[in-house]
């Protein structure tokens, strides 16, 4: 087994705001690896690892707003640590959505974008997972989306039930990723979409075929001749298993 989950891609109209936004959310250093692309990692992170789960975000022209599959949320360490988290990100840029979550002890916002993400109220569970708690993504059908993923990216399964299943990476570091049944399993375009890479970076093609045997499909999002190769799991959700350069 070799795919690693490596980061969360963002698409995003200004990926430089938005990624300073980010920064600041996370406490990451910046760079960039070309015009129009910003990446955030911790400070001394050595690339790729799972005790961390990266973001990029790439600049598109016009980013569809839609309903995102997929969401993050952070994780604190007290009642005050939240209070002061929520606080600091309204000044950031960041605002308070209703997103049908009724009275719940977590607080949802959305980015300057409009991507939302959640505020967890402290948990044990996430106490060493670093300021990313969960990936998480909206599902149809959690057994069937682990049952993929699972042997997709080979990690740990701490949950399974009808409505959620929670994995985490063999060395038991860094954040969950969580999938969650949603009353609507209406396949849309999401702004952000999980970044996969073998290692080593050479066995990308393997990899792709071994994807497409566990039912992965190729998408045709636009990408023209790029390194990545763009699938869909079977939900529907794309993903790209990235190559060198």
Same mark, same amino acid.
């Given at each position: 087994m070799t795919l690693?989950?490596?980061q969360?891609?963002?698409k995003a109209r200004d990926d430089s705001a938005? $990624?300073?936004f980010w920064a600041e959310v996370l406490g990451w250093g910046v760079s960039s690896? %070309?015009?129009g692309v910003t990446n955030l990692e911790p400070v001394g992170f050595d690339w790729p690892h799972p005790s961390a789960v990266c973001i990029d975000l790439v600049r598109v022209p016009d980013p569809e707003t839609v309903k995102c599959r997929v969401h993050l949320e952070l994780a604190t360490t007290s009642a005050a640590h939240q209070a002061e988290l929520v $606080?600091?990100?309204e000044g950031l %840029?960041?605002?308070p959505v209703d997103v049908g979550q009724g009275d719940v002890p977590w607080t949802v916002l959305a980015d300057p974008e409009g991507n939302v993400f959640s505020v967890l109220e402290p948990r044990e569970l996430y106490r060493d997972t670093g300021p990313i708690a969960a990936v998480v993504v909206d599902c149809a059908d959690p057994r069937a989306m682990v049952g993929f993923w699972g042997e997709a990216i080979d990690w740990t399964v701490h949950e399974l039930t009808d409505d959620r299943a929670r994995l985490r990476s063999v060395q038991d570091v860094g954040p969950y990723l969580e999938f969650r049944r949603t009353p609507d399993d209406q396949v849309v375009t999401s702004r952000l979409h999980l970044d996969v890479m073998s290692d080593?970076?050479?066995d990308q093609a393997k990899e792709v075929v071994r994807l497409e045997g566990l039912g992965a499909t190729r998408a045709d999002v636009g990408q023209g001749d790029v390194p990545w190769v763009v699938l869909a799991d079977p939900e529907g959700n794309n993903f790209c298993v990235l190559g060198r350069g």
């Open positions: 690693q989950l490596v969360v891609n963002f938005l $990624g300073q690896e %070309g015009p $606080g600091r990100l %840029g960041a605002t080593p970076v050479e």
